[in-house]
């Protein structure tokens, strides 16, 4: 069987600085039309910093879209044909004032794919060294070393519930 849907016509309904939105108009694979909503995005990046003793580098930030500060890997969104490994040693920089010797890229993946066409790519960053923070003028995160451990532990608490975070923290400890 055929799953592709032709799309018929596409209306940007919204364009920001991080997302755009537009509803496009599909024929489905039996010839129904349907419409579908999809948030476009640049993708983003996730770093897996950890530390000589096994620390996890996390960093807690409040986050609007769900009212609540949360705990997680240092991320951030690519800039226009920004190499995504270029955009995950800026960004660790940014959040954390860290610099990483070693850089391995582990797995890409679509963050939300039924709705957004978000690709988001997960490196592992080892040799860290201390430097000085860069975030941005509107960012406020906190940088906290945790026990790879005590991380993978409260993914099961609770208190580490976002998707990027938990498969960096899974992972690590799984790679240990």
């Known amino acids: ?5 032709e799309t018929i016509s596409s209306r940007e309904i919204f364009k920001g600085r991080i997302i755009k939105l537009r509803v496009d108009k599909v024929r489905l694979p039996d010839s129904r039309e349907s419409t579908r909503e999809i948030v476009e995005h640049a993708g983003a990046v996730a770093i897996i910093a950890l530390d ?10 409040y986050r609007k879209p ?3 500060v949360l705990l997680e890997i240092p991320a951030g969104t690519l800039e226009a044909d920004e190499d995504p ?6 960004e660790l920089r940014e959040e954390t004032g860290l610099t990483a010797d070693h850089w391995q890229k582990i797995l ?3 963050s939300a794919p039924g709705f957004c066409n978000e690709k988001l790519h997960i490196y592992l960053a080892r040799g860290l060294h201390e430097g000085q923070d ?6 406020f995160v906190e940088m906290i070393r945790l026990p790879l451990q005590d991380a993978y532990q409260m993914i099961f608490t609770g208190e580490i519930q976002d998707g990027k975070s938990i498969i960096g923290v899974q992972y690590a400890w799984h790679k240990r």
Not at 1 to 5: I, L, P, S, V, Y
Not at 52 to 61: H, K, P, T, W, Y
């Open 66 to 68: 769900v009212e609540q």
């Open 1 to 5: 069987m055929d799953f592709n849907e």
């Open 134 to 139: 860069d975030t941005d003028e509107d960012e």
């Open 108 to 110: 890409a993946y679509y």
């Open 85 to 90: 490994l270029a955009c995950a040693q800026r």
């Open 52 to 61: 000589e003793e096994e620390n996890i580098i996390l960093v807690r930030q």
